[in-house]
T-cell receptor
C-alpha cells in the first residue's frame, strides 16, 4: 500500500494562475480531506468528502474547489491563485467502517508558493 | 465553535528527560481527542486517541495522554525522551463524524 500520495511536492505559481493538487489513496477509504497548514498554525480543513460524488465545505473553502469522481482520487483546484494561498496542503483519508472516529492517514503534503 | 489551544509553541528538553505537552480544548459535548506527530517534511502520524473509558490512554512510541474533563485538557507525556522524538506535535478534537480541529502545534527540540 502506498497510502495517501500527493503531487506535486512543490509548486510556485504566479498570481492569477490556476492549478490542481492531486491526491490519491489506495486504502479504499470513503472519507477524504484537504487541509492547509500555514506557518505557526495548525491545520485548517478546506473541503472534505464522505464518498464519491459527495463533497462539503470545511473551515476555509474560499478560493478552492474539489471533486470526487472516484473513491481513490480527491483533487483540489485553485482557480485564481492569490498570495494568501501560499501554504502547505495536506490530503488525508479515513474509513468509517470500523467505528465512529477513525484515524486519518495523511499524505506528505504539497508546498505551494504564490508570488 | 470548537477550538484547541496548545500554549507552548516551542519546548526544549534534554534527551532522557521527561516530557509533557499541553493541550486544552473547547467543546460542548464529550470530546474525541487525538495527538498527532509531524516530522519535518512529512505528513501527520497518529500517536494516540481518546474516545471514552479509561482517561489515561497509551499510544505508539512510548507516549501517553491523560484526559481531564474538569480541566478541559488532554496533555501528552513521555517518561524519557529520545532524540528521534524531535518533531512537531498537534492536538486535535473531532466533531461530528469526521471533522477535526487542530491546535497550532508544539515544536519539540531534544538536546543531546
Amino acid at each position: 500500500n502506498a497510502g495517501v500520495t500527493q503531487t506535486p511536492k512543490f509548486r510556485i505559481l504566479k498570481i492569477g494562475q490556476s492549478m490542481t493538487l492531486q491526491c490519491t489513496q489506495d486504502m479504499n477509504h470513503n472519507y477524504m480531506y484537504w487541509y492547509r497548514q500555514d506557518p505557526g498554525m495548525g491545520l485548517k480543513l478546506i473541503y472534505y468528502s464522505v464518498g464519491a460524488g459527495i463533497t462539503d465545505k470545511g473551515e476555509v473553502p474560499n478560493g478552492y474547489n474539489v471533486s470526487r469522481s472516484t473513491t481513490e482520487d480527491f483533487p483540489l483546484r485553485l482557480e485564481l491563485a492569490a498570495p494568501s494561498q501560499t501554504s502547505v496542503y495536506f490530503c488525508a483519508s479515513s474509513s468509517s467502517t470500523s467505528g465512529r472516529y477513525n484515524e486519518q492517514f495523511f499524505g506528505p503534503g504539497t508546498r505551494l508558493t504564490v508570488l | 465553535a470548537q477550538s484547541v489551544t496548545q500554549p507552548d509553541i516551542h519546548i526544549t528538553v534534554s534527551e532522557g528527560a521527561s516530557l509533557e505537552l499541553r493541550c486544552n480544548y473547547s467543546y460542548g459535548a464529550t470530546p474525541y481527542l487525538f495527538w498527532y506527530v509531524q516530522s519535518p517534511g512529512q505528513g501527520l502520524q497518529l500517536l494516540l486517541k481518546y474516545f471514552s473509558g479509561d482517561t489515561l490512554v497509551q499510544g505508539i512510541k512510548g507516549f501517553e495522554a491523560e484526559f481531564k474533563r474538569s480541566q478541559s485538557s488532554f496533555n501528552l507525556r513521555k517518561p524519557s525522551v529520545h532524540w528521534s522524538d524531535a518533531a512537531e506535535y498537534f492536538c486535535a478534537v473531532g466533531e461530528g463524524f469526521n471533522k477535526f480541529y487542530f491546535g497550532s502545534g508544539t515544536k519539540l527540540n531534544v538536546k543531546p
